[in-house]
Structure formats: structure tokens, C-alpha cells
């Protein structure tokens, strides 16, 4: 049987990592060059939610299958690319849309061979 409280720490993991990133690339946005990027406040917390997503990240490895966990972390790209389009503006294509299913296909395979 699968550990939820595992599945639901690696979700929140996922979750925190695409907020980091989001965070990381609107500072790259703000910012030219690596020297300015690293005395900003939205790179540092970037990498404090980086962090965060990590200690969860541990916790749920600590409680559940490798080849349980692991393949959920795929799930950090479903985030980004919501992310990515509703705060950056980016465009969604059927492409994306195609690959998010086969993630999300993926993911619930996994789990149910589980």
C-alpha cells in the first residue's frame, strides 16, 4: 500500500520547487547579470523555497519507495508550466498540452503498479 501522507509531501516538494523556480526566473528577468541576480531578495528566496522543497522532499523519501516518489517529482513540470503561464505570460500549445498528459498519464501509471 502506498504511504499518502508520503505522495502528499512530495506534491507539496514539486510545488514549493516550480515556486522557487518562478521566483529564481523573475529575478533573472530583473536582472542581467549573475553579480545582481545574487544580491536580490527574489533570488535568495528562490533559494530558501529551493530548501524547503528539499526537507519535504527528504521526508517523503524517508517514508516511501524510491520508485514511488521519484517519478512524482515529473510532477514539478505540470506546475512550472502553469506557473509559466499564468505569472510569465508564456503560451501554451498543443504540444505542451500533449506532454503534460503523457506526465500526468506517467505519474498515475506508476501509481497504480504500485
Do not use: C
Request: glycine share 8%; proline share 1%; hydrophobic share 55%.
Amino acid at each position: 500500500m502506498i504511504d499518502i501522507i508520503a505522495v502528499v509531501l512530495v506534491l507539496i516538494s514539486t510545488f514549493f520547487g516550480a515556486v522557487a523556480t518562478l521566483l529564481i526566473k523573475r529575478g533573472t528577468n530583473q536582472h542581467h547579470s549573475v553579480r545582481k541576480l545574487i544580491f536580490t531578495q527574489i533570488f535568495w528566496l528562490g533559494l530558501f523555497i529551493y530548501g524547503v522543497s528539499i526537507i519535504f522532499y527528504f521526508i517523503a523519501l524517508k517514508q516511501e519507495n524510491l520508485s514511488i516518489i521519484y517519478p512524482l517529482v515529473s510532477s514539478t513540470y505540470i506546475w512550472t508550466t502553469f506557473f509559466s503561464v499564468k505569472f510569465l505570460g508564456e503560451k501554451m500549445n498543443s504540444w505542451k498540452w500533449f506532454a503534460l498528459t503523457g506526465i500526468i498519464i506517467g505519474i498515475s501509471l506508476i501509481g497504480l503498479g504500485s
